[in-house]
């Protein structure tokens, strides 16, 4: 099993700009396909974007495709979500997650790992 542990988040204007990692201990980090989730106050948690074990394949989400971008680090075990151009309503915390499946992981269900998340407030 793997371990994940985020961070990065904090405070940003609208139109700013932070970068979110996330830590991987455990089994080999390559192994899986990962993604990024958020929760916002009073919503449900919703899927944001996911890499496949290497990086060469990626999906996001309507509403952060443009903003956000996903990439991976499989020397160091690492996660990152650069988060561009935010808005207010991208104010979440924000998980990482880690599926086994063979494809990319968009919906709760298809990721076997979770982190704790990290909170991002977005606000002037």
């Known amino acids: 099993q793997v371990q994940l542990e985020e961070s990065g988040g904090g405070l940003a204007q609208p139109g700013g700009s932070l970068r979110l990692s996330c830590a991987a201990s455990?089994?080999?980090?390559?192994?899986?396909?990962m993604g990024w989730f958020r929760q916002g106050p009073g919503k449900e948690r919703e899927f944001v974007a996911a890499?496949?074990?290497?990086?060469?394949?990626?999906i996001y989400s309507d509403f952060v495709k443009g903003r956000f971008t996903i990439s991976r680090d499989n020397a160091k075990n690492i996660l990152y979500l650069r988060l561009d151009n935010l808005k207010p309503e991208d104010t979440a915390v924000y998980y990482c997650?880690?599926?086994?499946?063979?494809?990319?992981?968009?919906?709760?269900?298809?990721?076997?790992?979770w982190g704790q998340g990290t909170q991002v407030t977005v606000s002037s």
């Open positions: 997650a880690a599926s086994t499946r063979r494809y990319l992981p968009t919906n709760d269900d298809e990721n076997d790992y």
């Open positions: 455990g089994s080999s980090f390559s192994m899986y396909a």
């Open positions: 890499i496949s074990w290497g990086g060469s394949s990626t």
